[in-house]
Antibody, heavy 118, light 107 residues
Framework: QVQLQESGPGLVKPSETLSLTCTVS????????WSWVRQPAGNGLEWIGR???????NYNTSLKSRVTMSADTSKNQVSLKLSSVTAADTAVYYC????????????WGQGTLVTVSS | DIQMTQSPSSLSASVGDRVTITCRAS??????VAWYQQKPGKAPKLLIY???TLQSGVPSRFSGSGSGTDFTLTISSLQPEDVATYYC?????????FGQGTKVEIK
């Protein structure tokens, strides 16, 4: 089954750009939609956006101006960049896969904690 | 954007009790609802999709129902391992919004 692993810096300074990578194994990223979801400590799940490796992206309107997602099919990775971060962006960030445009998230990474602090 | 409103936000029940969690969409979404279980420190796990279809490997005490705007997750006989937070999600279109979550505890 598909396995997902998020990676990236655990600490980012305010106003800088958060960059995370989701590495996929036992499956091709070309076959799925890839979403990023975040969860501040003690809070619920927030959908950040998604990418289909053909290049199509959709972003949460609340974050759209700061989010960029990309895919590298040669490395079987998808990436998230979130610019101009503040403490409010401190959260566990998950990548998740959906086998279709209108499909639930059937595989999730373990999540990675990103703290925004100077 | 369509909002997903879950209730209650938390509940406490005894082992063996029947537990029901509801989720209401602000507009009709057909049956494009999924339910996830999240245990502390873990990623969410897909339990149910298409409002009522059990994901492979999920115990049959979990069930889902509903269509349009009103959806329900039921645990027919609560077990200690069911302690978790449960989230509904709409997935018919973007944004793929989640409900606020329902924390389930054992009394």
């Amino acid at each position: 089954q598909v396995q997902l692993q998020e990676s990236g810096p655990g600490l980012v300074k305010p106003s800088e750009t958060l960059s995370l990578t989701c590495t996929v194994s036992d499956g091709s990223i070309s076959s799925y939609y890839w979403s990023w979801v975040r969860q501040p400590a003690g809070n619920g799940l927030e959908w950040i956006g998604r990418i289909y490796p053909s290049g199509s992206t959709n972003y949460n309107t609340s974050l759209k101006s700061r989010v960029t997602m990309s895919a590298d099919t040669s490395k079987n990775q998808v990436s998230l960049k979130l610019s101009s971060v503040t403490a409010a962006d401190t959260a566990v960030y998950y990548c998740a896969s959906a086998y279709g445009d209108y499909a639930p998230f059937d595989y999730w990474g373990q999540g990675t904690l990103v703290t925004v602090s100077s | 954007d369509i909002q997903m409103t879950q209730s209650p936000s938390s509940l406490s029940a005894s082992v063996g009790d029947r537990v029901t969690i509801t989720c209401r969409a602000s507009q009709g979404i057909g049956n494009y609802v999924a339910w996830y279980q999240q245990k502390p420190g873990k990623a969410p796990k897909l339990l149910i999709y298409a409002a009522s279809t059990l994901q492979s490997g999920v115990p049959s005490r979990f069930s889902g129902s509903g269509s349009g705007t009103d959806f329900t997750l039921t645990i027919s006989s609560l077990q200690p391992e069911d302690v978790a937070t449960y989230y509904c999600q709409k997935y018919n279109s973007v944004p793929k919004t989640f409900g606020q979550g329902t924390k389930v505890e054992i009394k």
